[in-house]
């Protein structure tokens, strides 16, 4: 950045300051501590200066926003065109009630849904399965057939808004239930915006909703990239999440090279499977997490973004420059925040917040205070909404594209992620890509050694959590928290008898049967599914008839 | 010398979120506990054999999904039924505080929620585990 007589002023200068007023400093009074590091635990230096940064070049690595490589947004004006989407993470009980709580969002001027299953439907079961047994409406909504489905969207413009759905296992069933429901209200699938989560690798790494084996459920992650680039162009048909790899005790670069990884995993299995990269490669998606440490965060997107862009073109030969965009959602970190103390966790979230709009989010969940407890109430979740909106309207960060570009210390930290992110991308590459380096136990391994440091920096003290491990209060049991109704699962018992008495059940058979054909050939199957839904067969039915062909995937238990 | 103190820790239900387990899992095992883990997805079927055939004093689990008024006690019952009664069960994860009573009245022994210490949960296993 600095030809070479200035920098040798600038280190000559940077020199004289440490011995005079550096030194001088010390010695009258030293600095809190030995060392100061990040929330991933990575040594910051007590000053950055253009000597950190004299490297990087600004064209090639900084740029412009909406240009390769994409460091600074992938869009020329960022939030001052358009802010990110508020798309509140929501879903309990029954389908009625999730649905109540969405046109609530809309209300409140939320901009996007965002439909959290229950468990029972996340792993392809029906309420009336016994694995569902008391887990029906607990962690998100029921669904077992479209007749759910249709009252989840009851009332809501599908043509209007767009919907993210964290469905992974089951994704294609889901979304094809979505474009049921939708052709339902008039609204043809080319019309459709939203995202499924559809990250299996991470299910396996981190979050643990898989059915089937890796190579089947590759197959359906491609089967739906397929359909999609041909019946649902607007959909984002994966979202690849490094969110559940930070909750599980990753670092920032843990997070940014294990989701990278994760990624091209799925640029290889379509091009494997005959796909051209710029057909799919512009409708994958990201998810990251936001985590306290402010600028390591803002940092980790700007690698992020650099990163992908840079593997796209150099590995995979993209074309299309909207293959090579880094487009992601932002989730506030769950496990930031304290059971203690939990209004505190309202000033977390807003950090994180500013986090993910500086690293230049495409949308945003913001976590509600009380859920270290339980699902957010209504209130809490106003108030979680309403920082977003507080930050986009008040803050000022919107005003100009990538604010903290430029500064010393966040260039150094973006490229120092950016390289530590290669690094553990090579590594995955030399045990045979992420599906293996999984089955190895590799990925898993990392992440609960850097789990269990933290922990034990926790308890130690040498990380502090204020309410948790200092400034502690003695408190009460909190009042007022969300309860799942306890009767959802026998509600929903009660409903799928009933559908199976209305449906069609000869239908239902047979294209059960179709499907099951496909299943044991190479066919796209999201046709099949398709028509299975629509003659209202049932989630787990449909999820059965794979489990049937593909088998189910082992985990490796690994501590 | 005494033999160490053998520990199944658990995850039961279709819950995925195991990083607790398994920091209690490695911090015991740094305690000098045998640890015996499960993974994910057990039943309380599964469990309980487990704890049996592994032969454990103790039976953690962990929970964060909602459904552990109906998973922990069913595990106890089933201990009860199988004469394993002496087999101690402490449970963790995101437990309301509402809910505590029942679950120790219906013989959990203790409940850690989240913030709590593996120092604790050591301690308190050594000193409550009847040998």
Known sequence: MFDNEKFKQLKEARRNWEEKDLNKSLSRSPERKEEFKTGSGDKVERLYTPEDINDLD??????????????????????????????????????????????????????????AFDLPTQIGYDSDHPLAEGEVGKVGVAIDSLADME?????????????????????????????????????????????????????????????????????????????????????????????HIREAGSTAAQEVGFTLADGIAYVEAAIKAGLDVDSFAPRLSFFFNAHNDLLEEVAKYRAARRLWA??????????????????????????????????NNIVRVAIQTLA???????????????????????????????TQQIVAHESGVTNTVDPLAGSYYVEAKTKEIEDKAMEYITKIDELGGAPRAIDAGYIQKEITDAAYKYQMDVEKGDV??????????????????????????????KKLVELKEKRDNEAVSEKLIALKKACEGTENLMPYIVEAVREYATLGEICDVMREVFGEYEQSVML | MDKPIRVLVAKPGLDGHDRGAKMIARALRDAGMEVIY????????????????????????????????????????????????????IAGGVIPEDDIPALKEAGVAAIFTPGALTTEIVQFIRDNVKR
Not at chain 1, 172 to 200: C, F, H, W
Not at chain 1, 219 to 241: A, G, H, M
């Open chain 1, 151 to 243: 009252i989840l969207f009851d009332g809501i413009d599908l043509e209007k808004v767009s919907t993210s759905m964290t469905i992974n296992s089951p994704a294609s069933v889901l979304l094809a239930m979505y474009i049921a429901v939708a052709d339902k209200k008039g609204v043809s699938p080319e019309k459709l915006r939203g995202t499924i989560q559809n990250d299996i690798l991470k299910e396996y790494i981190a979050r643990g909703t898989y059915i089937y084996p890796t190579e089947e459920s590759m197959r359906l992650i491609t089967d739906i990239f397929e359909y999609c680039s041909k019946n649902v162009p607007q959909w984002n048909t994966i979202s690849i999440s490094g969110y």
């Open chain 1, 58 to 115: 600004f064209m090639d690595e900084i740029g412009f926003p909406g240009q390769y490589p994409y460091t600074r947004g992938y869009q020329p004006t960022m939030f001052r065109g358009r802010l990110w989407t508020m798309r509140m993470y929501a879903g309990f009980s029954t389908a009625e009630e999730s649905n109540k709580r969405y046109k609530f969002l809309v209300d409140q001027g939320s901009t996007g849904l965002s439909v």
């Open chain 1, 356 to 386: 993910a709009v500086l690293g230049g989010t495409q949308s945003l969940h913001t976590n509600s205070k009380d859920e270290a407890l339980a699902l957010p109430t209504e209130d809490s979740v106003r108030i979680a909404l309403r």
């Open chain 1, 464 to 493: 502090v959590v204020v309410g948790m491990n200092k400034f502690k209060v003695a408190e009460k049991a909190p009042q007022g928290l969300l309860k799942v109704d306890p009767m959802v699962g026998e509600m929903q018992k």
């Open chain 2, 38 to 89: 499960t993974g994910l997805r057990q039943t309380p079927e599964q469990i309980v054999a487990a704890a049996i055939q592994e032969d454990v004093d103790i039976i953690g689990m962990s929970i964060l999904s909602g459904a552990h008024n109906h998973l922990f006690p069913k595990v106890i019952g089933l201990l009860k039924e199988q004469d394993a009664e002496d087999i101690m069960v």
């Open chain 1, 310 to 343: 840079k593997i796209m073109k150099e590995r995979f030969g993209a074309k299309k420059p909207q293959s090579m965009m880094l487009k992601f959602h932002t989730q506030t970190g769950g496990s930031t925040l304290t059971a203690q103390q939990p209004d």
